[in-house]
């Protein structure tokens, strides 16, 4: 499901919270990323200074994040604002599709934010995200430049304070997976054919620092709130399905 290219894209948005917060309220079914931009640059909707900035934005960010992988992703999340989700609980969604399309963002996550947490340290220095982009170069994953690199540092860190997983200190904040996100992507991933097994061994799990035998746990606790039901027998996971789609999963559980 994600992009695994080392990309600079983050540099249209980093989080782009607020701007996605707009870009759904205006989004219509079946609007493509052109259809959307024009729209968009109608009726003002983002205040970009320049149709540049307003372009990289939506091409760049909302839609491949958002519509690229699934173009019925944008009319979910509408939905899901439009049912009363505190906007704490829907930002961990927003990050998951940043982590999905941005590899750079993904890995930093995994690799240093993480890392960070096992190692019981309460900083995240700057200095641990640079070392982290350098060694992509280092390694022939990606072909920036120096400056290019410390971009790439602004931006990964960033998104770390857009998504409140650290602050502007580079405190490391709780990040506690909410039982609708869990939820949310169980369904997204079946809904797209995934077996019960892929579900439970789903690499996004990783960013909410998250163990096999945790995912598993939190699978089946979840499993007595009626949206579905589980099954484990040793390395085994069956799971039946009580929703027929996305939109019948998001109005009975919110």
């Known amino acids: 499901m994600r992009n695994p290219k080392y990309t600079t894209q983050l540099t249209h948005g980093t989080g782009m919270i607020n701007e996605t917060l707009s870009l759904l309220s205006v989004y219509q079914k079946g609007m493509d990323k052109d259809a959307l931009i024009k729209y968009v640059k109608e009726n003002d909707c983002l205040s970009c200074k320049t149709e540049n900035r307003l372009v990289h ?43 999905r399309e941005n ?3 993904f890995d930093a ?12 340290l309460r900083i995240l220095e700057r200095e641990d995200v640079a070392k ?6 280092a390694e022939d994953k990606a072909k ?18 857009d998504y409140e ?36 061994d789903m690499e996004e799990w990783s960013l909410f620092n998250l163990s096999r035998h ?28 009580n929703y027929k789609s996305m939109e019948e999963f998001i109005n009975a559980t919110i």
Request: aromatic content about 14%; overall charge positive.
């Open 57 to 99: 934005i939506i091409y760049d960010g909302f839609y491949q994040r958002y519509m690229k992988v699934n173009p019925n992703v944008p009319i979910w999340l509408k939905l899901i604002r439009e049912r009363g989700l505190s906007l704490k609980h829907f930002t961990q969604l927003l990050m998951v599709y940043c982590a």
């Open 103 to 105: 590899a750079v963002f």
């Open 109 to 120: 996550v995994i690799n240093v934010l993480n890392q960070c947490k096992k190692d019981n």
């Open 132 to 137: 982290y982009i350098s060694q992509l170069v």
């Open 144 to 161: 920036w430049s120096e400056s290019v690199q410390k971009r790439n540092t602004s931006y990964v860190r960033s998104c770390f304070i």
């Open 165 to 200: 997983m650290i602050n502007r200190k580079g405190e490391v904040l709780p990040y506690e997976v909410n039982d609708f996100t869990i939820l949310y992507f169980m369904h997204e991933q079946h809904f797209a054919g995934l077996s019960d097994m892929a579900i439970w």
């Open 214 to 241: 945790q995912v598993l746990e939190r699978i089946m606790n979840l499993s007595l709130k009626g949206a579905y039901m589980a099954q484990t027998s040793g390395e085994l996971l069956t799971i039946s399905w």
